[in-house]
T-cell receptor, first 114, second 118 residues
Framework: GNSVTQMEGPVTLSEEAFLTINCTYT??????LFWYVQYPGEGLQLLLK?????DKGSNKGFEATYRKETTSFHLEKGSVQVSDSAVYFC?????????????FGRGTQLTVWP | GAVVSQHPSWVICKSGTSVKIECRSL??????MFWYRQFPKQSLMLMAT?????????EQGVEKDKFLINHASLTLSTLTVTSAHPEDSSFYIC??????????????FGPGTRLTVT
């Protein structure tokens, strides 16, 4: 079946620290992979995505590379800011886009201290 | 990006009563809306997929008679929790997928509704 495993939080970092949130997946075929972010009191927002192997998604300083050989899509940012504090969800979708249903990881709470 | 709203943002009700949650796409038309349930520190669980003008498709294990979904227009879907019980207390999140243009084909998420059944 399809599933996403995400590192458990919470993750607490100081401003300007390096961030990695691990995400691995199980899926048949060639899923699309996503990272969503949920700021306090708001809905989920698409942060970045990758639709095929070796693609790198990037946005707002965050990056993730679709690694088919390790079935991973780890989220990284070189220098986090206090405003990055949020919950981050890794997700996959069959069918090449979010046309199909999304399978989510459990979410990782990130807190960045000044 | 496109905006999806949910109402109410939180609700407390007594056991045995019914609660309706609205999901609206504010600036685009959504042919498909999804309803999710999220337990504390757990993933979002898809409950059902609703397409405008047709019956919702429920995921396995979700009681369709308990969680009534109506998608009567291209901008509104409702989830009614009937005869609510404390175990129905949860965070309910909807998402809407556009057709093209303003909404595109991405899924846009509402801010969620916190339901507490006493």
């Amino acid at each position: 079946g399809n599933s996403v495993t995400q590192m458990e939080g919470p993750v607490t970092l100081s401003e300007e620290a390096f961030l990695t949130i691990n995400c691995t997946y199980t899926a048949t075929g060639y899923p699309s992979l996503f990272w969503y972010v949920q700021y306090p009191g708001e809905g989920l927002q698409l942060l970045l995505k990758a639709t095929k192997a070796d693609d790198k998604g990037s946005n707002k300083g965050f990056e993730a590379t679709y690694r088919k050989e390790t079935t991973s899509f780890h989220l990284e940012k070189g220098s986090v800011q206090v405003s990055d504090s949020a919950v981050y969800f890794c997700a996959l979708s069959r069918g090449g886009s979010t046309l199909g249903r999304l399978y989510f990881g459990r979410g990782t709470q990130l807190t960045v201290w000044p | 990006g496109a905006v999806v709203s949910q109402h109410p943002s939180w609700v407390i009700c007594k056991s045995g009563t019914s609660v309706k949650i609205e999901c609206r796409s504010l600036d685009f038309q959504a042919t498909t809306m999804f309803w999710y349930r999220q337990f504390p520190k757990q993933s979002l669980m898809l409950m059902a997929t609703s397409n405008e003008g047709s019956k919702a498709t429920y995921e396995q294990g979700v009681e369709k008679d308990k969680f009534l979904i109506n998608h009567a227009s291209l901008t509104l879907s409702t989830l009614t929790v009937t005869s609510a019980h404390p175990e129905d207390s949860s965070f309910y999140i909807c998402s809407a997928r556009g057709t093209s243009g303003r909404g595109g084909y991405e899924q846009y998420f509402g801010p969620g509704t916190r339901l507490t059944v006493t």
